[in-house]
């Protein structure tokens, strides 16, 4: 009975040692479960970001390989048009002034990417994870190479803060299928 009595104080002990370090090691997991959550959306936003710019930019690239040439959009926003071939147009009907166009505008807030004149459906940004805003499309034609044409298409994740820019230079020869000899 005499042992009996001399363990009472050793449990108490070994339960004012354990708990702390089992509330730190608690704690520690917990810190480590937040850090690779937060990771895991950033790591979507990112990946948002750069799929909604491939899929515009890849848009813009084929629209470019069936212009004649690229101007940059003179109104109230950034952007560019693409003045189309008649032969990449599915109905020609022998207007000579075709064109396609790239904007940016604030919708909603947030600067985004639209295609034509139609503002309510853009492009970009229509994700709520990553926020994609266009920061900046540009199309110009290299000053010491006629017919080369570089378009930039430049955007941001606004919940990650990371930039993406997808850049190509596009050969458009001069003159092809110009002209209403071409056509027939």
């Not at 940016?104 to 947030?110: M, Y």
Request: contains cysteine; hydrophobic residues 40%.
């Amino acid at each position: 009975m005499r042992s009996a009595k001399g363990q009472k104080g050793i449990i108490l002990l070994e339960t004012a040692i354990s708990l702390p370090i089992l509330m730190m090691l608690l704690t520690a997991s917990v810190a480590m479960l937040l850090i690779s959550v937060r990771n895991y959306f950033r790591v979507l936003a990112d990946a948002e970001l750069h799929q909604e710019m491939q899929i515009a930019f890849t848009r813009m690239v084929q629209d470019l390989t069936e212009a004649k040439y690229v101007t940059p959009y003179q109104q109230n926003y950034p952007g560019i048009e693409l003045h189309k071939r008649w032969y990449a147009l599915r109905d020609y009907d022998g207007c000579t002034d075709l064109w396609t166009l790239y904007w940016i505008a604030e919708v909603r807030g947030r600067k985004k990417l639209i295609w034509g004149w139609d503002r309510s459906a853009p492009m970009t940004g229509d994700y709520s994870l990553a926020g994609v805003e266009i920061h900046e499309i540009a199309g110009e034609e290299e000053a010491s190479s006629p017919g080369l044409y570089v378009l930039r298409l430049k955007g941001r994740s606004v919940f990650t803060n990371h930039y993406y820019t997808l850049s190509t230079v596009v050969y458009l020869p001069r003159g092809e299928g110009e002209g209403t000899d071409a056509r027939e």
